[in-house]
């Protein structure tokens, strides 16, 4: 039988209340009852019951991560940087990978209107999910457009445009491609085409984005890929938008017999410790996620708090110089 | 304001009571209450209070999961599939990555003790942690050997270490190593490690197990590998108990002009689907994460109902034949 409440209390000599009251860190109470409290609850090994106590304060002490797949290297490691430092904070964290699935996406975003959750941190690809316009919501975003309310984080995906296409100009490509997904997808990623675009129309090139649906299952990819580098090739350079795309045109590449960097130079795009571990000739962006969940974790801090937060917050990026660029 | 249960039984003209018994599916209700109510809840738009019926029912609907890191592709794959399932029963996800953190770990099953969540999924490194010592908790271990009472679902660890060793074998190699973690480590991966051990001796070889802890960072690790393949040209393969390992391995190879496959080959373990699709090239044994996840799932399931589950279960694993062995 599990020690209650009532066991603490008649063991400590005092009332319930009083040990609510320690329990919750409520109103006044010397140092002397504390101490006898707590060596009660340890006596009797008592643990409270969470659930009665977060009804009480109305806190959960949950936030929850709403995230395409932990199973993708870039939101693997975000997720655990983020749960690191919630931890440190008091916060237990509830995953959601949404993948395409708006209706897992409305579900986890009920769970925060029916207060499960403290507080939420979002960066799936679902459109148009009318929760998200509830004001005042504790949510960030992270790398994802979402709607005026709701502030986002995300890595200086500009510049990390302007260095790739930079570099691949430089090193004396100019027929070079960048591989991205479709324009209307909300997300600051659209933002590399277009620093990607504006460098090469800069250097009198003309752009060329191949638009292509990260959803896309593997092997038709390969083929789109495959049929890419066997028309074209005076291609270059390709300065694609992710790295496991990147990955699978140095994998075709050396089928082809194109050979990287002398025929063709790459770059990708995310530069995540394991692909930097797995495939560290690949010449990569780097964002840095370290650095997104601890601006996340702030801003939502200060959203739970009731601060106000500015709309946007950009990090810098860094290049990882690989063989491939 | 919110609107309340008392809103939602005005307007469908029943008791409180019976639009509890509506929400918590308890008693004899008729399909027209039942429609009445659920009428009500949609139009006022109303959304139970969670927290309030977990307590009414005791249970949280969470399940924990606690492992290494998502940052690592394999416990990354493997929370994305657990998830997906759980999902699909109704159950939400909280994790938490010990890394090498006992009293993290040790905070995580104190939440299970306090009933925040209904079950735990575990498959950390942590050793002598009481708490597992409890009878009867609804947790399943997967890869990992934890006490009598917790039932383990593994892959076969022993078979995949045969067909790694009986493969370079058969490709030539003789003066084969193996590389695992400390032998005293409480997993199931030191299986590979006797199968190792005992196919070499069944063609008369001589094992060679080199022991490395998997947390030295990464420079470290190279250079240790580094020393390796110096200090023994006469290497010919090498059996490497993770994919990490295998990538450096690979890189330094090159550095050093030790061509793979023809004067040394490698075969890693794991093969996620990141290490698949990053570096296609590595041979490498496949663990069954999605049956892992499934199977961990049932047997959870049935110890939460109190079924007695068996001890052990042990999955097929595959062969990834990639260009390195």
Redesign the interface.
């Known amino acids: 039988m599990a020690p209650k409440l009532d066991d603490v209390a008649k063991l400590a000599q005092v009332s319930k209340t009083t040990v609510s009251r320690v329990l919750n860190k409520r109103g006044y109470l010397s140092q002397a009852t504390i101490d006898k409290v707590y060596a009660a609850i340890k006596e009797l090994d008592y643990?409270?019951?969470?659930?009665?106590r977060?009804?009480y304060k109305n806190k959960?002490n949950?936030i929850g991560i709403l995230l395409p797949?932990?199973?993708?290297?870039f939101f693997?490691?975000l997720?655990?940087?983020l749960?690191?430092k919630l931890?440190q904070q008091g916060f237990?964290?509830?995953?959601?990978?949404s993948?395409n699935d708006p209706a897992?996406e409305t579900a986890y975003l009920?769970?925060l209107?029916?207060?499960?959750v403290d507080g939420l941190v979002v960066g799936t690809h679902n459109q148009g999910i009318k929760q998200y316009e509830h004001r005042d919501l504790p949510i960030v975003a992270i790398d994802r457009i979402m709607n005026q309310d709701i502030p986002i984080v995300e890595s200086d995906n500009y510049r990390g445009g302007v260095v790739a296409t930079t570099r691949l100009i430089d090193q004396g490509a100019q027929h070079i491609i960048h591989i991205n997904g479709p324009r209307e997808l909300a997300t600051p990623a659209r933002r590399r085409r277009d620093a990607y675009e504006a460098v090469m129309r800069e250097h009198g090139l003309t752009p060329s984005t191949y638009e292509i649906d990260f959803n896309l299952p593997?092997g038709r990819k390969k083929q789109l890929f495959r049929q890419l580098l066997i028309d074209h090739p005076e291609i270059e350079g390709i300065f694609s938008s992710n790295?496991?795309d990147a990955?699978?045109i140095m994998?075709l590449a050396h089928e082809l017999g194109r050979k990287i960097p002398d025929e063709l130079l790459l770059i990708g795009y995310d530069g995540t410790?394991?692909?930097r571990?797995?495939?560290?000739?690949l010449t990569t962006i780097v964002q840095p996620i370290d650095d997104l969940a601890t601006t996340a974790i702030q801003v939502l801090n200060d959203r739970m708090q009731g601060i106000t937060t500015k709309k946007e917050y950009i990090l810098p990026i860094k290049l990882w110089q690989g063989d491939t660029a």
């Open positions: 643990h409270p019951n969470v659930v009665a977060q009804l959960t949950l797949t932990v199973a993708n290297p693997g490691e997720t655990a940087a749960e690191m931890y237990k964290v509830l995953i959601g990978n993948m897992k009920n769970e209107l029916t207060k499960q593997e790295d496991t990955a699978l994998q410790k394991t692909v571990e797995l495939l560290p000739s």
